[in-house]
């Protein structure tokens, strides 16, 4: 999808915004749900989406939600940093499938990086298995609690 059009209701983060789909929790406050990455390029890659918008990417998101949205994204970063230690962080997020977009609802990527260490490839290979996740996200759950 290009960087500009139509908002799909229907996207894999909406659902899960709607519980239609389930996700692995971090963190959710009035305006950020956050959730582990089921495709994680690091261990701890998780994944922040603003609540009540249809912004397919940063440029749309309306500028009076960005700040109390960022404040989320940030908290979740702290929460990740602390709880894993690495030795980096990546906070990311593409816009446009030309960028690497792949889910068309506003998210932020937190990616823990270790020195020295290759990231996994984005968005591919398959889905880990929630036994693996969880003990990661329960960490992260701690760290923000
Ligand atoms: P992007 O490519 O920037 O749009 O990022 C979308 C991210 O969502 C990718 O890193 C995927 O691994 C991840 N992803 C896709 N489906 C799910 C899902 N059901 N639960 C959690 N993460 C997902």
Redesign the pocket.
């Known amino acids: 999808m290009a960087l500009h059009g139509t908002y799909d209701p229907d996207n894999?983060f909406a659902k899960?915004l709607r519980g239609e789909?389930p996700?692995i929790k971090v963190y959710e406050d009035d305006v950020a749900l956050a959730?582990?990455?089921?495709?994680p390029?690091s261990e701890g890659?998780t994944?922040v989406i603003p609540k009540d918008v249809t912004a397919r990417n940063f440029l749309e998101m309306p500028g009076d939600k960005l700040g109390p949205y960022m404040a989320s994204v940030q908290k979740v970063a702290q929460g990740v940093a602390s709880a894993l230690e690495p030795d980096g962080l990546l906070v990311t997020?593409?816009n446009g499938a030309p960028a690497?977009?792949?889910?068309?609802h506003l998210?932020f990527?937190i990616i823990p990086r270790g020195e020295g260490a290759q990231l996994k490839p984005?968005?591919s290979g398959g889905p880990r298995p929630a036994e693996e996740l969880e003990p990661i996200a329960e960490k992260i759950r701690a760290a923000l609690a």
């Open positions: 894999i899960i789909l996700c959730f582990m990455d089921i495709f390029q890659h994944l997020q593409f690497g977009q792949t889910v068309f998210h990527h984005h968005a």
